[in-house]
Nanobody, 122 residues
């Protein structure tokens, strides 16, 4: 089970930190990802991190502004979002994948959190 938190309303240029807490004892075996969705649009890949946390991947639109991190001891994955823009407004979802390969396709993730709303005002 995945529980996302940390969303909210922030002005453009501001920062937010999203967290996703996972239940279970095998968190270190999961690749973790963050996706976002705007109503009426398809889900969009944001960032992903390898099982060990050593490798990270970002969508071009957030690279240099967002940082994903994973703490296997605490069963959490976080997304630090800086220099937020109005186009970052969306519901953000964390997801988990039991495979080894880090992928950016949402359909390859098996478990999803409930989503947390991020609203960036311009």
């Amino acid at each position: 089970q995945l529980q996302a938190s940390g969303g909210g309303l922030v002005q453009a240029g501001g920062s937010l930190r999203l967290s996703c807490a996972a239940s279970g004892r095998t968190f270190s075996r999961y690749v973790m990802g963050w996706f976002r969705q705007v109503p009426g649009k398809e889900s969009e890949f944001v960032a992903a991190i390898s099982r060990s946390g050593d490798s990270t991947y970002y969508a071009g639109s957030v690279k240099g502004r967002f940082t994903i991190s994973k703490d296997n001891a605490k069963n959490t994955v976080s997304l630090q979002m800086n220099s937020l823009k109005s186009e970052d407004t969306a519901v953000y979802y964390c997801a988990a994948r039991s495979g080894i390969q880090v992928v950016t396709t949402g359909g390859l993730y098996e478990y999803w959190g409930q989503g947390t709303q991020v609203t960036v005002s311009s």
